[in-house]
């Protein structure tokens, strides 16, 4: 049963004296900071500005679609306006949003940790970040890539006289940062748990985080190897994934895919664990099957390197494995059902309220169950073979993509806000955005699966007259879209200065990162705490509550 | 410098399975992922170079040895040996906690799956070269 | 193994008078709560890192396990082009530093300021040496034209030299040398790398032991810098044989 605890009142509360934010000044003091508070933060700056400038080309790419004829750019300017969409989004903004910033903020607070085990290895994976997003825009302005984001060989190698090799150690260099992420997370979990603090008192999003770290320490680097031999293969004519030498492209792609799939894992895993905090919280309940939901992410991660294959289904590979592939991708189906089932099951009976991030996490669940299911018809081989190369394929990845993960990344972003920056959001404008976000999201994507349905091939800068009302309307709820995520970054913003003063628990969760200040110490903890409490157990978070008023007042 | 090796006094106290009883160290003594530190003594660095050479002239040996299909299996075994005596002893393994171990053996169990996930697709094609 | 492997224990770690109540070693960085549970976490992540080394160069080994099986007469003549002595030479070569790089770990573990320097110093040696043989090896291969690119020739394959029992290859199975080649550069040029970057790091290791904070229980980098070059032999374990004793007889 739910415990109704009454939310604090928020006049009284006051901002401490002491923060990580105003610990040290200067730039310089941001700049070489090894605290993980302050490079969560460097993160989320530089994550929203790619976000931003991937934005530009999705909108880019939806002008020219407004129209069946090619009018707005030639055939391979929309080209290189979709990779660089594909490559912005995945790269720059969905593999490291939420583990490198709420995971890097949160993580080590949780477990009841001072810091990340490492924190300059921490540092350092920011700024390959960085250097691989400056190596992303250096390709912008020598004139751009028009491989799409999964540099299909023989094309990338042969074909295009694109700065396929630039983009090529963009990527590279920023794999090595979600490496270091990863690897920062699987020793912090393992090695700086508070004492108390089991394996099974971990927040999921801890666990969901830690599964995305292994997918991210073991899939990247065959990512960096297929990459650079792409790279050697264009420079000094190598003839690994060159036919006419005796290589197979085939290679490349299941090279290519053995990261890719479970990337698409390190996507969204970090947003699952967002969303079950975020649904305990406001519906005042234990998360339902807290070891079931545990549990599923690490299948997730398991389960992912097996299917990758399914993304090849049309390309040549033997139908015998194509059976076998399209089989274990059913697999994954049931972890992510689990967990679908378990959150709904966490709001049942529960006392729940409707605040922004829940406004965010139902978005979630909605979404991202339609972007499941859709999954398992595309993991259907025989369904794969014709709705792949469709719209439908491209709907089906920004469902879980931008209706999973974004709804994921904005829910945790307004559930932690408070604890970031120790201030409150308006209230009525953020639901409203929330809003805004999911009709705008429904109204862009939803016709793509019509469309797809219907034929419309992706990719192409023209289309039959015929598809043109579902286009408009895509077009239109991406407009609407683009509102819904400005509306964030503003009221976002302008609550830094004027935004009503939180206080430490805002919402009554049972994290540990609620029970201190918000925002934090540069140490996190004045001392090591003790964990004496389940996960998500309200009674306990009740009883400190009374104590501590009896205490003080 | 090595004379406070052989005195007992700088020794922590530990438990039978070599787990660290030092009361100073809370939460690792509650970390059952905990294993001592070790010092592998030189004797043993030597037997396994030794060991290493002896691998070493037994792979060049055999492959002048015409052993028809065989040779690239026994290469191969030779070779997985060797780095089953580096990973073992140069590398503490043996004597590292069982989350090392995992670790290992999680590095090796992805590559499988890489290489015997992608030969399904190879040696299975109809128009393969297999 | 019971009478080799005397299993005992670092000496207690150096303790500054300064603090009060919390008595640290020098080396023990703040947000850890003992010095025990760094190390335990730098190794942890060593080997994590040294995972994804595995799947990094895991990529390129299925690469070769592929093209192996569909050209492997190409394979075989590629393979016996390159000069089996000097692998052989270099196998030991980097077996020894790997060994020297074990005992400058054992060096620092007793504290040894004298030994750790020479077993650092002489990894270092025979570090060059290896990467001296090996562009040995690359400079007679592009003297040869087998280097994959524009320039790569076929001849030696097509037409082997008389006397040698090599078998003449068809000039379609000739062509696919040059994957073998391709390979045997990415994989070789990959793990030269790593040797690179590792002696950079040696140096740099030798430079800071000057000043004794290896030998006064700060073992942690030298511990870990030796998983990484262990690694790197382990590579080579497996190159020496697949690259150049396809077949031999």
Redesign the interface.
């Known amino acids: 049963m739910s415990t109704i605890v009454s939310l604090p009142d928020q006049t009284t509360a006051a901002l401490p004296k002491r923060t990580y934010i105003n610990n040290e000044h200067g730039i310089l003091s941001w700049l070489l900071t090894a605290d993980h508070k302050r490079i969560a933060m460097l993160y989320l700056v530089s994550i929203t500005f790619f976000f931003f400038v991937g934005g530009f080309f999705a909108g880019m790419v939806r002008l020219e679609l407004l129209t069946p004829a090619g009018d707005l750019m030639a055939a391979d300017t929309y080209n290189k306006m979709f990779t660089m969409h594909g490559i912005v989004m995945i790269f720059l903004f969905l593999v490291p949003s939420v583990p490198a910033t709420l995971g890097n903020f949160l993580i080590p607070i949780m477990i009841g ?3 990340l ?3 300059k ?1 921490n540092l350092l994976s920011w700024y390959l970040y960085m250097i691989g997003g400056i190596f992303v825009l250096t390709t912008l302005v020598l004139g751009g890539v028009d491989t799409g984001w999964t540099f299909t060989t023989p094309l990338s190698t042969h074909y295009l006289n694109t700065h396929v090799v630039t983009t090529a150690t963009a990527i590279f260099i920023a794999g090595f940062s979600s ?1 270091f992420t990863g ?2 997370f ?3 979990i ?7 603090m089991t394996w099974f008192r971990l927040p999921l999003f801890v666990w969901s985080n830690y599964a995305a770290s292994v997918l991210m ?6 990512l ?3 990459i ?2 792409v790279a ?1 293969e264009r420079t ?5 994934f060159d036919p006419t ?4 492209p ?2 490349f792609q ?2 290519f895919w ?1 990261y890719s799939h479970p990337a698409v894992y390190i996507m969204i895993l970090p947003g699952f664990g967002v969303i079950s905090e975020v649904i305990s919280t406001f519906s005042r309940k234990r998360v339902f099957g807290y070891t079931a939901v545990a549990f599923s992410s690490v299948a997730i991660a398991v389960f992912g ?2 299917v ?2 399914h993304h090849m289904f049309i390309m ?6 194509a059976l ?2 399209s089989l274990l991708t059913m697999l994954v189906a049931v972890p992510s059902a689990i967990k679908i089932f378990n959150w709904s099951f966490t709001m049942q009976k529960g006392s729940i309220t409707f605040e922004t991030p829940m406004l965010y996490a139902f978005g979630f669940i909605g979404l991202f169950t339609i972007g499941g299911l859709t999954g398992v018809f595309l993991g259907a081989l025989g369904m794969d073979v014709m709705l792949t190369e469709t719209y439908f394929v491209v709907a089906h990845f920004h469902f879980v993509m931008v209706g999973g993960m974004l709804m994921a990344f904005l829910a945790g972003i307004h559930f932690w806000w408070p604890k970031l920056t120790g201030r409150m959001y308006p209230e009525s404008v953020s639901k409203l955005a929330a809003i805004i976000t999911f009709v705008g999201f429904i109204l862009t994507f939803f016709p793509q699966f019509v469309v797809g349905y219907l034929g419309m091939p992706r990719r192409y800068h023209a289309y039959p007259p015929e598809f043109q009302v579902l286009n408009v309307l895509s077009t239109a709820g991406a407009t609407v879209l683009g509102v819904g995520y400005m509306l964030p970054l503003l009221y976002l913003a302008w609550s830094l200065k004027y935004g009503a003063i939180a206080g430490n628990n805002p919402w009554q969760a049972t994290g540990l990162e609620w029970q201190i200040q918000s925002p934090p110490l540069t140490e996190n903890f004045l001392e ?1 705490p003790i964990v004496d409490h389940e996960a998500y157990d309200y009674e306990w978070l009740e009883r400190k509550t009374e104590r501590e008023l009896q205490y003080v007042g | 410098m090595s004379d406070q090796v052989k005195t007992n006094n700088n020794l922590k106290p530990v438990d039978a399975d070599q787990g660290n009883l030092d009361m100073h160290d809370a939460p690792n003594v509650m970390n059952p992922e905990h294993v001592a530190h070790h010092i592998v003594s030189p004797t043993v660095y030597l037997m396994i170079f030794g060991v290493l050479m002896v691998g070493t002239a037994l792979t060049a040996g055999m492959a002048y040895v015409p052993l028809g299909a065989f040779n690239a299996p026994v290469a191969i075994a030779i070779a997985c040996t060797k780095a089953v005596f580096v990973v073992l002893f140069f590398m503490h393994v043996k004597y590292s906690s069982k989350l090392v171990k995992l670790t290992v053996s999680a590095g090796f169990f992805t590559f499988l799956v890489l290489c015997m996930m992608s030969l399904l697709d190879y040696v299975s094609r109809a128009w393969g070269r297999w | 193994m019971s009478l080799a492997s005397t299993i005992t224990h670092p000496p207690e770690p150096e303790i500054h008078a300064s603090h009060d109540v919390h008595e640290h070693p020098f080396y023990q960085k703040h947000h850890f709560e003992t010095a025990e549970q760094q190390r335990e976490a730098a190794s942890f992540g060593m080997w994590l890192f040294l995972l994804t080394e595995i799947m990094f160069f895991g990529g390129l080994f299925f690469a070769y396990l592929l093209y192996r099986n569909w050209y492997y007469d190409a394979f075989v003549s590629a393979s016996n082009s390159i000069n089996m002595v000097m692998g052989l030479v270099n196998t030991i070569v980097l077996i020894g530093s790997s060994f020297t790089m074990a005992m400058a770990v054992w060096s620092a573990e007793v504290r040894n300021k004298k030994l750790l320097q020479i077993f650092l110093l002489a990894t270092v040696v025979l570090g060059f040496a290896f990467l001296g043989i090996k562009s040995g090896e690359y400079y007679d291969k592009f003297a040869e034209h087998h280097v994959p690119g524009a320039s790569f020739d076929i001849h030696d394959f097509v037409h082997p030299q008389p006397g040698t029992d090599e078998k003449a290859l068809s000039v379609d199975m000739a062509n696919k040398t040059q994957i073998f080649f391709s390979l045997y550069f990415a994989m070789t040029g990959v793990h030269a790398l790593h040797m690179i970057i590792g002696i950079a790091i040696l140096i740099g290791l030798l430079w800071y032991s000057r000043s004794g904070i290896y030998t006064e229980g700060y073992v942690q980098p030298i511990e870990n810098f030796g998983l990484y070059w262990h690694f790197v032999d382990i590579v080579w374990i497996f190159l020496f044989p697949l690259l150049y004793l396809i077949n031999r007889h």
């Open positions: 940790a001072k810091d085990a490492f924190p290895i490496i690897l920062n699987i020793v912090t393992h090695r700086m748990r508070a004492p108390g320490v073991l899939g990247t680097p065959v960096a190897i297929a650079v031999l050697l000094i004519g190598i003839g690994v030498k005796g290589g197979d085939l290679l299941h090279l053995f390197f097996f990758w294959a040549g590979v033997s139908n015998y494995s076998v592939f090591t």
